[in-house]
């Protein structure tokens, strides 16, 4: 691990100014990734700015009728919180496929969402990787991508994103509230949070240098069955091969965001118009222009028999 300086900041803002004043400095909280990383010397920030006292730890009503939950809310505290768990039963679902319990005590709600992708390859500092070392290549393509997105890829990248919770949140229709270095605050739907990996895949969200996410919120509660699938290659403590997030009302129609497919949280609303007509329809529309490769390809069919599964479980036409 590469050396550093460290500082507490005592508000929001003032973290969002340390940050945005040290070049190559991160944000800590929980740790659970940025510290690997940093053992690793994939991450190599030159300062840290700690943010676990700043307050951002509550989950409390809006006026709206929604939540707002803080950035530094432990997974563990926010999967069983009891409005969560009635309300957004598939939030609590999907934290709780996520991790080790002593992971979820640790993880922050921000630091979920904004955690790196578990591509082998960018793990790997003997292999070329775009997103670690810009421009290196991605030795995915031609390597074995089994775990590696199917849509929303460009030639320079294919990883996924790792996250179980931001799956859901996006069926959730979720916004996430930051603070940027001059102290500005700003809302951001969370499908606009992540960048397409285009050709600077290591540029991974909208956040500009310093902005420190302080919260998502959730819009009021809409009902239906909340359900949340996770395909993967042991029983535990795995990253999805394919996830489905679904909120299916009794008439058949819903929300459907996928996971292990993409570099983020994969749904388009235009898609869902097809769940009274079945999964296929639904698939077929999420996944129009998947590239595949022969490791991979089988995840078409997968999203398709996940999703299936998903509309039997709520009751509706499969």
Not at 57 to 71: P, Q
Not at 132 to 153: E, K
């Amino acid at each position: 691990m590469k050396a550093f300086t460290y500082e507490r900041a005592k508000t929001p803002a003032e973290a969002a100014a340390a940050a945005a004043r040290t070049k190559g400095a991160k944000f800590i909280a929980g740790g659970t990734n940025l510290l690997d990383l940093m053992k690793l010397e994939i991450e190599t920030p030159a300062h840290l700015v700690d943010v676990n006292a700043l307050g951002l730890d509550r989950i409390e009503a809006t006026d709206e009728g929604g939540l707002r939950i803080g950035a530094l809310v432990r997974n563990t505290d926010l999967a069983s919180e009891p409005r969560v768990r009635r309300d957004y039963a598939v939030l609590s679902r999907a934290l709780l496929a996520g991790a080790s319990g002593q992971l979820r005590n640790r993880a922050t709600t921000a630091g979920n969402l904004l955690q790196r992708t578990r591509c082998p390859y960018f793990y790997d500092t003997n292999q070329s990787c775009n997103k670690r070392q810009p421009g290196s290549g991605c030795a995915a393509l031609d390597g074995f991508s089994r775990h590696h997105a199917i849509v929303g890829t460009s030639d320079a990248c294919i990883a996924t994103h790792p996250s179980d919770m931001a799956v859901a949140m996006r069926a959730l229709d979720a916004s996430v509230e930051t603070v940027q270095a001059d102290g500005t605050v700003r809302t951001i739907p969370l499908p606009d949070l992540y960048r397409p990996p285009g050709k600077a895949p290591h540029v991974e969200t909208t956040l500009s240098p310093g902005e420190l996410v302080t919260a998502v919120t959730l819009p009021r509660p809409i009902g239906g069955k909340h359900i949340y699938r996770k395909v993967r290659d042991r029983a535990s403590y795995a990253f999805a091969l394919v996830s489905v997030a679904a909120v299916v009302q009794r008439d058949g129609t819903g929300r459907v965001a996928l996971g292990g497919v993409a570099h983020k949280p994969w749904r388009l609303e235009a898609a869902e118009a097809g769940l009274p007509r079945g999964a296929k329809a639904v698939a077929t529309d999420l996944l129009e222009g998947a590239r595949t490769t022969h490791h991979n390809a089988f995840k078409v069919p997968l999203v398709e028999r996940t999703l299936a599964a998903v509309l039997v479980d709520a009751g509706a036409k499969a």
